[in-house]
RNA sequence: GCCCAGGUAGCUCAGUCGGUAGAGCACUCCCUUGGUAAGGGAGAGGUCGCCGGUUCAAGUCCGGUCUUGGGCACCA
């Protein structure tokens, strides 16, 4: 037999032999590397340490300190987590585990919910299982074996599994004690090197995600390289739920719901104030990018909504409603009513571009199940734009709406942008001319301005390749907030027209564009990434003016009079000692609080206090309102 | 819409085996006029989400309904 070559990494060639497996390989470097050794890369392929190496390879070994490795505890503690459910509910069926985000979930099928405390103890026999060290082993079978086995211990959903896998391919099982799942691999060699998990929660999932299909239990855990990331982990969850939107509002007075008025939210002047300096900014810079505000009706007769197609598709999730025997829609979005204006008169290719901006106030009736805070909302607002133009304008106006998002994001403290380009869909309108033109237009517009970006095959709508922004907030969620899609299809559809410089009537491009998304949400996402701590600029109170005894309230009321013109400004002169004004003050966030006792009144001066507790000592009241104007700047 | 878990004072929550409700904070009044994260006292405040049922008796058990939360599905 000729020696077999694997080559490393960094280049080297070890020679071997035999058949060697990855495990013996790594025995040959180091026993310590041999022990932190959970799979390999064999030729680009994922492997476990067991594979057997025939003939000459490029291999990397992965221990837990690589993705691949940390991918593979989460998966292997998966079929932790459906061994221990057989275990304990043997009646039960399992059906895929797959990992996720942070962790994995397995999807069972059983004939009762699972609680809590079985929660408890599955992973406590999760615990048990780690402890005894099972091999995991892989076995390949055919398809014939593999359904026969799966049929003959009852699990249903994995012989329908199995059947769905291509002829070519190998069927691999994965045995650790009596538990064998179907599964591709790989698994780390035993059940002893997964030390750090938890199971997070249980929730309903369809299978296959169908809702016409059987609910399944849905059981999340969470999967780490070792206890102190495990804990890290749960202490990032911790801190999310300490910042959640709808608990800071509470604190903060900002808006609230109630069950009149399901996904629509009541803003109180603290939660209102903030909205409209974002308004106002927002405004800014629709003025600055060459933007036209306007303003169109919140509720336009249903044979619009038919004309535009969106009856047809949408009318279950819309609010309608009858008056003097005519049927209405309240508007489930704006882009038909800006093209109403649009059709206006006659439009020249002169006047294109042409940008319309909206603060659209626009209702949906979403799935119960889907509102959230004030995330996901029945009554919203888009900071909602249409810019109609002529087809060599696209690339132009989505790199200058790329300036303007990115200006807006910087703006507001979110500065880790992901953006992703979606194309055409099997099923879809227009040439392919046209989309290969739209979707060039999109990606060179992104190209030019140096922006790194991920394709989204087939992602696209029906009638037009689309750009969307995902902003990561500072303890890393993400969240898909501005947009920009082209249609070819609405101006058609609505008719619109343009007279071209050849004096011919001509349906301009139309791009769909908003960089909040919905300001509702918007909002919601800016008080959770400043955990309510908004900076001088946002902050729905900037300044409180405090004093310490009765005695110094005229002056304090002076000093609120003269700031309040310039900033938005609150007053405590209520009989409590300073100690516990602070307190509350501080524990509404505002920025700067001003201190007003004898010692203030007689020099004419203020005492000013960060919201953080730093002392900026004494000055004259127009001292502190240039330092705040130079921070507002 | 589907699965699971909740809904008790303005807020955060307690309420055992069914015997008609409690705390802290907030609020009102009084005392206190105090210099950088809670001074003291008194008082007021609840048909326990809503509708129905079981029971001598329901916050508690059962059914329905609305709504909230976590997921799933959806997201023009």
Redesign the pocket.
Known sequence: MSEIRVTLPDGSVRSFTQNVTINEIAQSISISLAKSTIGAVVNGQLCDTSYLIKEDCNLKLITEKDDEGLEIIRHSTAHLLAQAVKKIFPEAQITIGPVIENGFYYDVSYSR?F?PEDLTLIEKKMSELVSQNIPIERRELTRDEAIKYFKSIGENYKVEIISEIPEDQVISLYAQGDFIDLCRGPHVPSTGKLKAFKLT??????WR???NNE?L??IYGTAWRNKEELSAYLKMLEEAERRDH?KIA?QLDLFH?Q?EA??MIFWHPKGWRLWQVIEQYMRLMFKKYNYQEVKTPQIVDKSLWEKSG?WE??KD??FSLEAEEREYAIK??N?PCHIQIFKQGITSYRELPLRLAEFGSCH?N????????IM?TRGFTQDDAHIFCMEDQIQGEVASFCDMLFEVYAKFGLNDILIKLSTRPEKRIGTDESWDKAEKALAEALNSKGLAWELMPGEG?FYGPKIEFVVRDCIGRLWTTGSV?LDFLMPVRLGAEYVAEDGSKKAPAML?RAICGSLERFTGILIEHFEGKFPLWLAPSQIAVLN????QSQYSQEVYEQLKHKFRCEIDLS??????K??SA??QKIPY?V??????VENKTI?V?KRD?E?LGGMPINEFIDKLNLELV
């Open positions: 919910p609680t929660k249980l929730a309903g999932a369809y995600g169908d809702s609910m239990q849905r709808r509470k719901l069950d399901p996904g969106h598709k949408f999730d819309m489930p979005m882009c949906r979403e799935a119960s199940g889907a509102l959230h805070g996901r709508a899609q769909h310490i005894s009765e005695k009989n409590e000692k300073i100690g516990y602070i307190r501080t524990l609080l201190i007003i006792g004898d010692q203030e005492t206090r507790g002392d």
